[in-house]
């Protein structure tokens, strides 16, 4: 019990001093946490460069497990957030849901459907079901549509101007948006991003680079990201971070992620406990299920009756 106060008060005492030269904090003296570890303070910037030799190992494993404590923290909900209009979670699945280049906010496809049809029935003008302005008739505009948004500093806006750079060949295009609206903190550019960096498209190749926005795309919800990261895990021997990657995806909604651990509690030799497999299977069902509503389903009947038709 002596020993952890003892070790406590000093700890106290390297925090309320400077880490190389001993001075303690006064009015002259303002000392500064290392912004990497936070766990010691500096007076001055040659007393870090001076200290840096003997702090250099704790600093990057301190640095490292604040990094895993924000990495492996399960995400409120996805990157996508819910539908402005009927506020249920978006679904993961890009199919379900529609990007207003008027606004640039994410709609679900059943309050868009349900937009639709009460314009058809009472003879309205095609408008945005959010911000109701009158929808773009073609590519062109709704390219113009996004620059006024990417005037504004819009992450979203961004995205997709980079998305369709690439799909145009456009890659360093592509690059430059996607770039742009990971800088504001758009989770979906993040990947987007990471996917560039793997296949070097665009920019050179650096799994580094790769990994980083992954890392910040997962941190953001994707769960696209983190699956991705669990694969990355996997391929080098690190199955317990994998499975941590993999639990966070499964409730997140994504199919795959549960899939892989369902792999891994059947034939992982522990590498799952059954109280967190369980945890995940719960945790998978109850994000699905909070996608879901009537107008949702009705969207995707119409949507299947629409690809019968033309079949």
Same mark, same amino acid.
């Given at each position: 019990?002596?020993?952890?106060m !003892?070790?406590?008060?000093?700890? =106290?005492?390297?925090?309320?001093?400077?880490?190389? &030269?001993?001075?303690?904090?006064?009015?002259?003296?303002?000392?500064?946490?290392?912004?990497?570890?936070?766990? =010691?303070?500096?007076?001055?910037?040659?007393?870090?460069?001076?200290?840096?030799?003997?702090?250099?190992?704790?600093?990057?494993?301190r640095? +490292?497990?604040?990094?895993?404590?924000?990495?492996?923290?399960?995400?409120?909900?996805?990157?996508?957030?819910?539908?402005?209009?009927c506020?249920?979670?978006?679904?993961?699945?890009?199919?379900?849901?529609?990007?207003?280049?008027?606004?640039c906010?994410?709609?679900? +496809?059943? &309050?868009n459907?349900?937009?639709?049809?009460?314009?058809?029935?009472?003879?309205?003008?095609?408008?945005?079901?959010?911000?109701?302005?009158?929808?773009?008739?073609?590519?062109?505009e709704?390219?113009?549509?996004?620059?006024?948004?990417?005037?504004?500093?819009?992450?979203?806006?961004?995205?997709?101007?980079?998305?369709?750079?690439?799909?145009?060949?456009?890659?360093?295009?592509?690059?430059?948006?996607?770039?742009?609206?990971?800088?504001?903190g758009?989770?979906?550019?993040?990947?987007?991003? !990471?996917?560039?960096?793997?296949?070097?498209?665009? =920019?050179?190749?650096?799994?580094?680079?790769? =990994?980083?926005?992954?890392?910040?795309?997962?941190?953001?919800?994707?769960?696209f +990201?983190?699956?991705?990261?669990?694969?990355?895990?996997?391929?080098?021997?690190?199955?317990?971070?994998?499975?941590?990657?993999?639990?966070?995806?499964?409730?997140?909604?994504?199919?795959?992620?549960?899939?892989?651990?369902?792999?891994?509690?059947?034939?992982?030799k522990?590498l799952?406990?059954?109280?967190?497999?369980?945890?995940?299977?719960?945790?998978?069902q109850?994000?699905v299920?909070?996608?879901?509503?009537?107008?949702?389903?009705?969207a995707?009947?119409?949507?299947?009756?629409?690809?019968?038709?033309?079949?």
């Open positions: 019990m002596d020993f952890v !003892s070790t406590n008060n000093l700890v =106290v005492e390297e925090m309320m001093c400077c880490a190389a &030269c001993g001075a303690a904090e006064a009015d002259h003296i303002k000392l500064k946490k290392c912004n990497a570890c936070y766990l =010691v303070k500096y007076c001055s910037v040659k007393c870090q460069k001076e200290h840096r030799p003997k702090h250099k190992k704790e600093c990057k494993n640095a +490292a497990e604040l990094r895993d404590e924000i990495l492996f923290k399960q995400p409120e909900c996805g990157d996508l957030g819910d539908c402005p209009i506020c249920i979670p978006l679904s993961i699945d890009a199919q379900k849901s529609i990007l207003m280049a008027c606004c906010k994410m709609v679900c +496809a059943g &309050c459907i349900a937009n639709q049809k009460r314009e058809v029935q009472e003879s309205m003008e095609n408008k945005c079901p959010f911000c109701r302005h009158p929808a773009p008739y073609n590519e062109k709704v390219k113009i549509n996004l620059m006024r948004r990417i005037e504004v500093n819009d992450p979203a806006a961004m995205r997709q101007m980079g998305q369709f750079c690439y799909y145009e060949g456009d890659h360093r295009g592509a690059f430059e948006y996607f770039s742009k609206g990971a800088e504001l758009n989770a979906g550019a993040h990947y987007l991003l !990471s996917s560039l960096y793997d296949k070097g498209e665009g =920019v050179k190749k650096d799994e580094k680079k790769e =990994v980083f926005h992954l890392e910040q795309a997962a941190i953001g919800g994707n769960p +990201a983190r699956n991705n990261l669990a694969n990355f895990e996997t391929l080098n021997g690190r199955h317990d971070r994998a499975v941590k990657h993999c639990i966070i995806a499964a409730k997140l909604g994504h199919d795959d992620a549960l899939e892989s651990l369902k792999l891994s509690y059947a034939y992982g522990g799952i406990s059954k109280e967190d497999f369980a945890a995940a299977l719960r945790g998978h109850a994000a299920n909070a996608t879901k509503s009537p107008a949702r389903e009705a995707e009947a119409f949507y299947q009756r629409q690809e019968k038709q033309q079949s």
